[in-house]
Structures are given as structure tokens and as C-alpha cells.
């Protein structure tokens, strides 16, 4: 779990997850394009975060693949989870997820602490549980252009999720695509905008992403 930029009191934390592959158990390289993506999000939450305490990590996954039965994704956000809660105790969590990434933030949305997940064109399989979103807020973001995950599955497991009591609700972006280049100030401007609400704090105009003309 790599922290984003030191803070000092953390009121609340961001857990980012990457994305990855379905199988692969070696190590992702040191040059992982997926975890890059999921940096660029980083400068918008810091500032719209500014001020508020918001602590912001990133995950380095053990191995590169989710791995069928081993959901390994999944296990190495549990571990940040808790590694969180050891280090600077038990603070209001919104994890967001990319892919792969995406897939792991829903499943430990149900998880102590957490208020809220944003999944960015998440892995959404057929029967993908959702019942451990009773309660929490859900948000999944996806591209009309996305050519690797299912933006219908996306609404189909929002489907689910709100059947299983969550506050779920599905979020377009037209002319989207999977690496969330194509209208990434708009991918930027909704995660920041979204996390903060789900932390209930407030975000002034002057730091939100800027919108795209």
C-alpha cells in the first residue's frame, strides 16, 4: 500500500485499486500501465481532498490476475483494508476500483468502515455477489466505447446491488473507452465528485477537475 502524499491527522482515507488481469499469478512489472491509469486520478482527489485530511493510498497487487477461486485482487484489498485500520485507525474508507480493480472494490465494499465504492468500468460477471453492498453506496462509472468490460453488466449488477440494499446507481460516460483516456477530465471530475459525497465533504469550485469544453 503505497500512500499518495503524508497526512499528518487523516480524518478519512481513498483506497485506489488498479486493474489487472483474469489470470495471472506472477508479479505485475514495475512498469504497469494499469496501475498508471489509476495515478492520474490521484492530483484531482488530492485537490478536491484539499484541506479536509483525506488520505489517499494505492495498491500494489501480489500477483497480476484475479485467479478464478483465489480472488486475489479482492484479498490484497481486504489486506489494505485492514492495514489502514492498524496504521491509523478506523477511518470512514471509499475504495475505488478500476477493471479488475473495480471488480475487487465491490467485493469488499460491505467491509468495516467502508461508505462507499466507485467502480470505473468494473469486471462485472454474471452472478458477481452483491449482497455485501446492503447499506453502502455504490457508484459504477463506465464508457458507452468500453471494448474489454460490459457497460451492461455494469447496469445489470446495479440492478443487483440496489435488489440487495444498496444505494447503487449507474453512471454513463458517452464516447468512454476502457483506459478512460477518451474524456478522462470527465472520468476525473465524477470519481472526485462522488468520493467526497460519499465522505460527506464538501469540494469548492475552484477544486474540481476542470470540465471539458
Not at 98 to 118: C, D, F, N, Q, T
Request: charged share 25%.
Amino acid at each position: 500500500m503505497i500512500p499518495h502524499a503524508k497526512i499528518r491527522h487523516p480524518r478519512a482515507a481513498v483506497l485506489v485499486l488498479h486493474g489487472g488481469r483474469s489470470e495471472g499469478p506472477e508479479a505485475p512489472p514495475r512498469l504497469n500501465l494499469p496501475g498508471a491509469r489509476m495515478r492520474l486520478f490521484l492530483p484531482p482527489l488530492a485537490r478536491a481532498s484539499a484541506g479536509h485530511g483525506v488520505l489517499l493510498c494505492r495498491v500494489r497487487y501480489r500477483c497480476r490476475g484475479w485467479n478464478g477461486e483465489r480472488e486475489d485482487a479482492a484479498r490484497d484489498a481486504r489486506w489494505a483494508l485492514g492495514e489502514l485500520a492498524r496504521t491509523v485507525g478506523e477511518l470512514p474508507v471509499v475504495v475505488v476500483g478500476h477493471s479488475m480493480g473495480g471488480r475487487a472494490a465491490l467485493r469488499v465494499g460491505g467491509a468495516p468502515g467502508v461508505r462507499g465504492v466507485v467502480a470505473l468500468a468494473p469486471w462485472c460477471p454474471e452472478g458477481e455477489p452483491a449482497a455485501q453492498l446492503a447499506g453502502r453506496r455504490a457508484v459504477l462509472v463506465h464508457g458507452d466505447r468500453d471494448r474489454v468490460t460490459d457497460p451492461e453488466a455494469s447496469r445489470r449488477f446495479t440492478a443487483r446491488a440496489r435488489e440487495a440494499g444498496a444505494d447503487a446507481r449507474f453512471v454513463p460516460v458517452p464516447g468512454g473507452d476502457h483506459a478512460m483516456l477518451r474524456r478522462s477530465a470527465a472520468w476525473h471530475r465524477t470519481v472526485a465528485e462522488e468520493v467526497m459525497a460519499m465522505l460527506g465533504l464538501s469540494m469548492s469550485a475552484a477544486r474540481r477537475a476542470p470540465r471539458e469544453g
